[in-house]
């Protein structure tokens, strides 16, 4: 008898897609005053679209929802996502494409200034994007596709149809975790097995302690919960006989830890989300919790020790600078 060949495990990612410009300063100048820009880069970012394009880097079947502009920049955004292996039947479009400009002084402190433009848009539930998660088996969501009370509902929607498949939803509850309104906060948890805080969003999400202590409460809201821990590396618990969609369960639970890389860090943009598709895509491929930690940490570790939370996959681009 031959042996069945499994199908790989697909994800869709889905929310925004920006261009990141940053500026070299020597300190944020108070209002009113000029301050010199000493260099200047622009790339591709925004929390999905950097978990998406890890994805594909690790050769995950990867379908990116996302709103692109018609304008020209959202040209060159989707140029450069078609040089990837990312399937983009589920993009949509709008009218201008998001982008972030982000001064960072030499104490490598960083102030951002974000226009969202088209990527706060609600998504249309397409035949496309209908059937791309019908297929999937895992969906990675943002807490910032919350912040808007309409594209809030329609990624509810979008959840609420995958899980009716079976599929496993993943949420990085983002920074802006408190600001999302109450009430859909509660139904997002409500859909979510997978929990991908850092440590701050722990402490938005279950109050202070020990990563132990705000594990077990994680595991309260989502029953599987990881927490991001920066150079310290990351740990996650599950509730008793939890599976993911692609592996058998585990069967007594315990707090597992797996420590960061021992490299220089120079940029830690897009870490978080490098994180996220490393550990997906473990799963994804069927590896144990302790692996998927591994795997997390190890596609971070390459992403924060170049410039720019995409640059790993997609070096030399150029959006030009605003
Ligand atoms: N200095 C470092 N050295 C090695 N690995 C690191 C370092 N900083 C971060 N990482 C890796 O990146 C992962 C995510 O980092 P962090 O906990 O800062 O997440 P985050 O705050 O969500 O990141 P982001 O700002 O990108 O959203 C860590 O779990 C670790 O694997
Ligand atoms: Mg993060």
Known sequence: M?????????IVVMGDVMVDYQYDIATFPISGQDAAILSARATLGGSAANAALGLSHLGVPTAFATRVGT????RKVLEALQSTSLNL????????????????????????????????????????????????RLLLLSGYSLLQQEQ??????????????????ALDPSPMINHIDPSLRAVMLGLTDILLPNRSEAEALVGPGSV????HRLTELAPCAVIKQGSQGASALT???????????????SILHAPALPVKSVDTTGAGDAFNAGFLAALARGENLSQCLQAGNALAAQ????????????????????
């Open 89 to 136: 039947e589920t993009v949509q479009f709008g009218q201008q494409t998001g982008y972030t400009i982000t001064f960072i002084e030499a104490s490598s402190e960083r102030t951002m200034f974000s226009f969202r433009g088209c990527g706060a848009d609600p998504f249309d539930l397409t035949p496309a994007l209908e059937s791309e998660l019908r297929r999937a």
């Open 2 to 10: 031959t042996p069945e060949i499994e199908a790989p495990i697909a």
């Open 303 to 322: 992403v924060v020790v170049v410039r720019g939370g995409s640059t790993l996959y997609l070096p030399g681009l150029d959006f030009g600078i605003l």
């Open 212 to 215: 132990e202590a705000q594990l």
């Open 239 to 253: 509730r008793p006989g939890w599976s993911s969609a692609s592996s058998e369960s585990q069967s007594a639970p």
């Open 71 to 74: 304008d020209s920049l959202g």
């Open 152 to 169: 809030a509902a329609s990624v509810l929607r979008a959840a609420t149809l995958f899980k009716q498949s079976g599929g496993q939803v």
